[in-house]
């Protein structure tokens, strides 16, 4: 449902480019310079780039963001493999600390005290005795 609705409000619209996501990313890159900086003018800009963004976004225009596009790809070739390597890396980071937010409902992480090995064990089974897969020490603790 929502979904239909994304695709046929975007219908006719430029959409999100790699310039809009690089744009995207300048904004919030700013808005978090901003909270270490306090600097209003930072914070000007990093809005404009917020607002250019959704002004593409948005675009019927699509010829001259097309082109837009192009300028920029060009302007970048060189320096996006490291780009997209640098959005990558924060994209799995985001998905990974999610992951282990989900993880702590359900598991336990101990340490093994001999090896230091993490060892996860299910929750709400009491005080359980554990066995570690690595040097077999065997501890007990709360589940
Ligand atoms: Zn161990």
Known sequence: ???DKMVRFFVGRNGVDQL???TMWLSLILMLATMFTHSAVVYLIAL???GYSYFRMMSRNISKRYLENQRYLQITDRIRP????IENGI?????????RAAA???YRFYKCPGCKQKLRVPKGHGKIEITCRRCS?????KS
């Open 1 to 3: 449902m929502f979904r």
């Open 20 to 22: 809009g996501k690089a």
């Open 48 to 50: 404009a780039m917020l």
């Open 82 to 85: 490291t780009l997209n390597r």
């Open 91 to 99: 994209q799995s980071f985001v998905r990974n600390m999610s992951d």
């Open 104 to 106: 702590r409902k359900y």
């Open 137 to 141: 020490a065997k501890f007990i603790r």
